[in-house]
């Protein structure tokens, strides 16, 4: 039952440092890039600078997108895995405390039935005796209701682990989709094409790196890549 629980949930954590990894290399790129060519564009002139300051316009967005989209993933599996491995730390919690207390009453219940029904026999003269059979059914009628009472509590440990269970592959979906979603950017090309100076001279060189940045907004510009 446990086994599904305790996967290998670390891995999450290599998948977040390594896509985390692609984003900062994206935004590097995409920020020498954009040195590069405010460079060239400011000393250029004409349609062919103008040409050429909205091309690069396309691919330093377009690799920027690229770079959101990497750290949107690395954030969602970083986020999995913290979600993951507290439910699973509850689970070997709970287990811990049933085995503890639960489980263990149950088969100490079952093992002093089985004793004092075979004493009950010995005493009043085999299982033949009628009055070791009176005494033996109201001891054991007593006791099948503790032992009713002890499996009860044991289901409901085992259903509280499934409960986990459902909560970590939630989890996991969950992540799936996102990922899924990311790795599959939009190339519609429907995205309005600005100035690679202006932007620049607005935003600065590496504006991705910037505190204010947020990936989430800025995997459209994957879009830009469509044109190009």
Known sequence: ????????????IYLHDAYDTLGDACYTVAGTLRKGSWKLGSEWQGDTATA?????????????GVGDRAKVIADEYKKG???????VQLVVSYASQALDKEIKQLALDVEKTAAVDG??????????????DI?????????????????????????Q??????????????????????QHPDFSGNQSVGSLIRDVEQHGFDFEKQGGWTPEDGTSRTGYLAAL
């Open 1 to 12: 039952m446990l086994k599904p629980i305790l996967g290998d949930w670390d891995r999450l």
């Open 52 to 64: 050429f300051d909205s091309y690069m316009f396309r691919w330093t967005n377009g690799i920027g």
């Open 81 to 87: 895995h913290t979600i993951i491995l507290s439910i």
């Open 119 to 132: 004493a009950v026999e010995v005493i009043g003269g085999g299982p033949e005796d009628p009055l070791a």
């Open 135 to 159: 005494v033996a059914g109201l001891f054991t009628a007593a006791q099948a209701v503790q032992i009713y009472k002890d499996v009860r509590m044991v289901v409901n440990v085992i259903e």
């Open 161 to 182: 682990i499934d409960n986990y269970y459902n909560l970590i592959k939630e989890t996991v979906e969950e992540v799936k989709s996102v990922v899924e979603k990311m």
